[in-house]
């Protein structure tokens, strides 16, 4: 009813514009009344589905490494700031927000898992962004006053630590939870959405059962999910990795930072060892000799590299029975005469190919690791350094570099493969191996090499060949680095039509042949049948890279399926081989490592497909095959690792890569929900879990003899520590939780491991001049045996800095330079990890 005399007329009265309410998305969508608490509000909370909690106001970014928290605390009142922010579409999914304070709130150390609060995958909203920051600010400041009462410190940058930087962050790229926008999975029922509600349905009542409210989804509805991606940095220097399955699985352990929190703070001998355990983190190699420059290298010059021909020949043969199996670049028989020649000639420098003495010094570096050490120094007159291979690579990375080659032949290509295979197996340039193979492919692309060389009259049948041969391996090494990476693939299946190389041995092929021989038939062992076998499956594990690391995943669910099935049927293609001559043990090492290695390629695919799915099989029954599906693959390759340790060292070193931390992760995140939820669907492998006696016990022995190979590589390459002590971390938190009563054990054996670790590290360079002035540091005397005499772990105290602080009579560093777990733990470098092949 109108009421007279209280101002103008209903026609003549401004219409009000309709004001944002603020509630999550569930109370939104019925109507009711939302108290706002965060992560999740009293009625959510209270319901069937509190994960359904969602809000609208997430920044999906990470906090940049450079920007301090301190710069506003302990000030008088400021100004609010404008706010810069890219939006994306609605449906995006990610929005980067370039406001500073933005980007560092509630990243102080200290903060549990309710604090460590992640972003939500909800849509954009058009409330005003400082409403929503001072909303944040206000339930951060209530619940936690002293957070900004002490400034962050001087660390920032490199040195800020993993956990802080990444896990601490509650606006982290990697932790989007849940990864399924559930508006984009659920078919809405009732009537059309509001324009600027995108995901929620507008309903009368509010008391509507939840059950009405959604359908069930099916594997034909069509999914568009934004993949978890990790950015580093801030404005425009930044650095990108892709929705790899590290992004997917770190951020399912909420619980790690305040676990190796405290691990840190009740073991003071870490804070005793810390400059040497920051040492070891960074690479014993670091001073000398990766940043010791070194002149442009001469023909003379490398020459001198070269070891004495006994080691050569063993170094060689390990290269052609482990490595050139994996990757077909050479025509052995050929690169055999060739190094008798070069060694004929190598007196006169004059007349020896500086492109071939490249090529060796890499073939050598690529095998070093799978030598025994005493076994080649036994050949040697002169001593050799235990960074001679490295600096093979570092003397045959620059020749590369200056010698301008225009247009490359093969010798090129060989040696631009080479290198990125060599720097992978000493851990270097991981960052950029995906720009080398992505440079590789164009170079060969430009060359012809992605055309079959049939359609060229003027190549040889022995030229072809290895055309063939060298597109395969580019297109399966990039492969490989672009699933590590978390990257899309250079080139797919379409863009070229070069056929496979033929499956023959080397022999029955030279410079002279005229008439190409019969290619064999697959069950028949050959030097090129692991190539025959992968070539198989190359266009689908292409496509499925390819869909999984794109900005977004349109597919529907039943195409997922027919991924796994198209993947999953190529294990049953993989021949038998028998070996007629049981005393032949090359060609019984060569077939034992190329079922392994198709077996744990195809896993991998397998694994990269169903990652982002399992991970939400607990909230989406329909994702539960790709839940089973993922426990199969992770424990084919931690199994298939297993038997390869059992039967020698150069086996399982072969068979290490990031399948295996992947696979690794998987099983722990698997154990870990278990702990955290329970379910009655019997085809949930939580279910499983729960219901077979002994399963968790021997999944985590699959881990653990995982982590052993992995120490025994990681003691082998430039840098590796920050990895394995994050590893050793990841499973020592899952065992807790499996077993509670234990945990102080097993926390005492995170620090047991670090510190076997580094003086494992330090004895075997003992002797090394490399090691400076320092020396072994305290690692002289035995901080093992140290730590094991010391009764127990100590108690956590208060303190008036982060909350902690080491027992009184130690001398610590100031408090400015503490960061979680002795800045042990880095994203970058933990999502670049890189394993020899």
């Given at each position: 009813?109108?009421?007279?005399?209280?101002?103008?007329?209903?026609?003549?009265?401004?219409?009000?514009?309709?004001?944002?309410?603020?509630?999550?998305?569930?109370?939104?969508?019925?109507?009711?009344?939302?108290?706002?608490?965060?992560?999740?509000?009293?009625?959510?909370?209270?319901?069937?589905?509190?994960?359904?909690?969602?809000?609208?106001?997430?920044?999906?970014?990470?906090?940049?490494?450079?920007?301090g928290?301190?710069?506003?605390?302990?000030?008088?009142?400021?100004?609010?700031?404008?706010?810069?922010?890219?939006?994306?579409?609605?449906?995006?999914?990610?929005?980067?927000?370039?406001?500073?304070?933005?980007?560092?709130?509630?990243?102080?150390?200290?903060?549990?898992?309710?604090?460590?609060?992640?972003?939500?995958?909800?849509?954009?909203?058009?409330?005003?962004?400082?409403?929503?920051?001072?909303?944040?600010?206000?339930?951060?400041?209530?619940?936690?006053?002293?957070?900004?009462?002490?400034?962050?410190?001087?660390?920032?940058?490199?040195?800020?630590?993993?956990?802080?930087?990444v896990?601490?962050?509650?606006?982290?790229?990697?932790?989007?939870?849940?990864?399924?926008?559930?508006?984009?999975?659920?078919?809405?029922?009732?009537?059309?959405?509001?324009?600027d509600?995108?995901?929620?349905?507008?309903?009368?009542?509010?008391?509507?059962?939840?059950?009405?409210?959604?359908?069930?989804?099916?594997?034909?509805?069509?999914?568009?999910?934004?993949?978890?991606?990790m950015?580093?940095?801030?404005?425009?220097?930044?650095?990108?990795?892709?929705?790899?399955?590290?992004?997917n699985?770190?951020?399912?352990?909420?619980?790690?930072?305040?676990?190796?929190?405290?691990?840190?703070?009740?073991?003071?001998i870490?804070?005793?060892?810390?400059?040497?355990?920051?040492?070891?983190?960074?690479?014993?190699?670091?001073?000398?000799?990766l940043?010791?420059?070194?002149?442009?290298?001469?023909?003379?010059?490398?020459?001198?590299?070269?070891?004495?021909?006994?080691?050569?020949?063993?170094?060689?043969?390990?290269?052609?029975?482990?490595?050139?199996?994996?990757?077909?670049?050479?025509?052995?028989?050929?690169?055999?005469?060739?190094?008798?020649?070069?060694?004929?000639?190598?007196?006169?420098?004059?007349?020896?190919?500086?492109?071939?003495?490249?090529q060796?010094?890499?073939?050598?570096?690529?095998?070093?690791?799978?030598?025994?050490?005493?076994?080649?120094?036994e050949?040697s007159?002169?001593?050799?350094?235990?960074?001679?291979a490295v600096?093979?690579?570092?003397?045959?990375?620059?020749?590369?570099?200056?010698?301008?080659?225009?247009?490359?032949?093969?010798?090129?290509?060989?040696l631009?493969?080479?290198?990125?295979v060599?720097?992978?197996?000493?851990?270097?340039?991981?960052?950029?191996?995906?720009?080398?193979?992505?440079t590789?492919?164009?170079?060969?692309?430009?060359?012809?090499?992605?055309?079959?060389?049939?359609?060229?009259?003027?190549?040889?049948?022995?030229?072809k060949?290895?055309?063939r041969?060298?597109?395969?391996?580019?297109?399966?090494?990039?492969?490989?680095?672009?699933?590590?990476?978390?990257?899309?693939?250079?080139?797919?299946?379409?863009?070229?039509?070069?056929?496979?190389?033929l499956?023959?041995?080397?022999?029955?092929?030279?410079?002279?042949t005229?008439?190409a021989?019969?290619?064999?038939?697959?069950?028949?062992?050959?030097?090129?049948?692991?190539?025959?076998?992968?070539?198989?499956?190359?266009?689908?594990?292409?496509?499925?890279?390819?869909?999984?690391?794109?900005?977004?995943?349109?597919?529907?669910?039943?195409?997922?399926?027919?991924?796994?099935?198209?993947?999953?049927?190529?294990?049953?293609?993989?021949?038998?081989?028998?070996?007629?001559?049981?005393?032949?043990?090359?060609?019984?090492?060569?077939?034992?490592?190329?079922?392994?290695?198709?077996?744990?390629?195809?896993?991998?695919?397998?694994?990269?497909?169903?990652t982002?799915?399992?991970?939400?099989?607990?909230?989406?029954?329909?994702?539960?095959?790709?839940a089973?599906?993922?426990?199969?693959?992770?424990?084919?390759?931690?199994?298939?690792?297993?038997?390869?340790?059992?039967?020698?060292?150069?086996?399982?070193?072969?068979?290490?890569?990031?399948?295996?931390?992947?696979?690794?992760?998987?099983?722990?995140?698997?154990?870990?929900?278990?702990?955290?939820?329970?379910?009655?669907?019997?085809?949930?492998?939580?279910?499983?879990?729960?219901?077979?006696?002994?399963?968790?016990?021997?999944?985590?022995?699959?881990?653990?003899?995982?982590?052993?190979c992995?120490?025994?590589?990681?003691?082998?390459?430039?840098?590796?520590?920050?990895?394995?002590?994050?590893?050793?971390?990841?499973?020592?938190?899952?065992?807790?939780?499996?077993?509670?009563?234990?945990?102080?054990?097993?926390k005492?054996?995170?620090?047991?491991?670090?510190?076997?670790?580094?003086?494992?590290?330090?004895?075997?360079?003992?002797?090394?001049?490399?090691?400076?002035?320092?020396?072994?540091?305290s690692?002289?005397?035995?901080?093992?045996?140290?730590?094991?005499?010391?009764?127990?772990?100590?108690?956590?105290?208060?303190?008036?800095?982060?909350?902690?602080?080491?027992?009184?009579n130690?001398?610590?560093?100031?408090?400015?330079?503490?960061?979680?777990?002795?800045?042990?733990?880095?994203?970058?470098?933990?999502?670049?990890?890189?394993?020899?092949?």
């Open positions: 009813m109108e009421i007279q005399g209280l101002g103008n007329s209903p026609a003549e009265r401004p219409k009000k514009r309709r004001r944002r309410t603020n509630a999550c998305q569930p109370c939104r969508s019925r109507k009711l009344r939302c108290d706002r608490e965060y992560p999740t509000c009293t009625r959510c909370s209270k319901g069937r589905t509190p994960w359904k909690c969602v809000y609208e106001d997430g920044f999906l970014w990470q906090a940049p490494a450079t920007v928290a301190s710069k506003t605390s302990n000030q008088g009142p400021t100004v609010p700031q404008p706010e810069q922010t890219i939006q994306t579409p609605t449906d995006s999914g990610l929005t980067v927000s370039t406001r500073p304070d933005a980007l560092v709130s509630n990243t102080n150390l200290g903060l549990g898992p309710t604090l460590d609060a992640t972003p939500r995958d909800g849509p954009h909203q058009h409330e005003p962004e400082n409403h929503i920051q001072h909303h944040q600010n206000h339930l951060h400041n209530h619940r936690h006053p002293h957070l900004h009462t002490h400034p962050r410190g001087k660390h920032s940058g490199r040195e800020r630590g993993f956990l802080e930087t896990l601490g962050a509650p606006k982290a790229a990697i932790n989007q939870e849940p990864y399924v926008n559930t508006g984009l999975l659920q078919r809405q029922k009732r009537s059309a959405p509001e324009p509600l995108p995901f929620t349905s507008q309903v009368d009542s509010e008391d509507i059962d939840e059950a009405d409210e959604e359908d069930t989804l099916s594997p034909s509805h069509q999914l568009d999910l934004s993949p978890r991606i950015m580093r940095g801030r404005e425009t220097k930044t650095r990108y990795s892709g929705s790899g399955i590290y992004a699985l770190i951020a399912q352990f909420p619980d790690i930072r305040p676990f190796a929190e405290e691990i840190r703070v009740t073991n003071p870490l804070s005793q060892v810390r400059p040497d355990l920051v040492r070891v983190k960074k690479g014993l190699w670091k001073r000398v000799p940043n010791t420059p070194f002149p442009e290298p001469t023909t003379a010059s490398l020459i001198d590299l070269l070891p004495a021909r006994g080691v050569v020949d063993e170094l060689v043969g390990l290269y052609l029975t482990y490595i050139e199996c994996q990757h077909r670049i050479l025509h052995a028989p050929s690169f055999l005469r060739e190094v008798d020649q070069f060694f004929a000639l190598m007196d006169n420098p004059s007349n020896v190919s500086t492109g071939f003495l490249v060796l010094l890499l073939v050598l570096a690529c095998a070093w690791n799978l030598a025994d050490v005493g076994s080649l120094q050949k007159p002169t001593p050799l350094k235990c960074y001679t600096e093979w690579v570092l003397h045959a990375e620059k020749w590369i570099d200056n010698a301008q080659i225009k247009r490359p032949e093969i010798t090129a290509l060989r631009y493969i080479l290198l990125v060599a720097q992978n197996c000493f851990g270097t340039k991981r960052s950029k191996a995906w720009l080398s193979t992505g590789l492919i164009k170079q060969a692309m430009l060359s012809g090499y992605h055309r079959d060389p049939n359609k060229y009259a003027r190549i040889s049948v022995f030229n060949e290895m055309r041969r060298i597109w395969m391996t580019i297109v399966e090494l990039d492969l490989q680095v672009a699933i590590d990476r978390g990257m899309p693939p250079n080139i797919q299946s379409t863009d070229y039509d070069t056929l496979p190389a499956n023959i041995n080397d022999d029955e092929i030279h410079e002279g005229t008439e021989p019969q290619s064999r038939p697959a069950s028949e062992i050959t030097d090129s049948s692991f190539a025959t076998i992968m070539y198989r499956s190359l266009p689908i594990r292409l496509r499925a890279c390819q869909l999984m690391h794109s900005p977004r995943i349109s597919c529907r669910y039943e195409e997922i399926q027919r991924l796994d099935w198209e993947l999953s049927r190529h294990f049953s293609r993989i021949p038998v081989w028998s070996i007629s001559e049981p005393n032949d043990h090359t060609s019984q090492l060569k077939v034992t490592l190329w079922k392994a290695m198709i077996e744990t390629r195809l896993a991998q695919s397998l694994l990269s497909i169903h982002p799915f399992a991970i939400e099989a607990h909230r989406e029954a329909l994702f539960a095959p790709s089973r599906s993922r426990l199969d693959a992770a424990v084919r390759i931690l199994t298939t690792q297993k038997r390869l340790y059992e039967i020698s060292q150069p086996l399982s070193l072969c068979m290490l890569g990031e399948w295996t931390v992947q696979a690794y992760i998987s099983i722990c995140q698997l154990l870990y929900l278990a702990k955290e939820k329970t379910t009655c669907d019997p085809s949930s492998p939580t279910f499983t879990l729960h219901t077979l006696p002994g399963l968790p016990d021997s999944l985590i022995s699959l881990v653990e003899i995982a982590l052993i992995l120490e025994n590589r990681f003691l082998l390459v430039v840098k590796g520590a920050k990895d394995y002590f994050f590893l050793s971390t990841i499973v020592a938190l899952v065992k807790s939780k499996v077993w509670p009563a234990q945990s102080i054990m097993y005492q054996q995170v620090v047991e491991r670090v510190l076997s670790f580094a003086q494992t590290l330090f004895t075997r360079h003992a002797t090394c001049e490399h090691l400076g002035d320092p020396g072994m540091g690692f002289k005397d035995n901080q093992v045996a140290t730590f094991v005499s010391t009764p127990g772990m100590a108690t956590v105290m208060p303190s008036d800095f982060d909350g902690i602080l080491p027992p009184s130690m001398v610590v560093p100031p408090p400015d330079a503490f960061d979680p777990f002795l800045d042990v733990f880095d994203w970058e470098d933990l999502t670049g990890i890189a394993l020899g092949n």
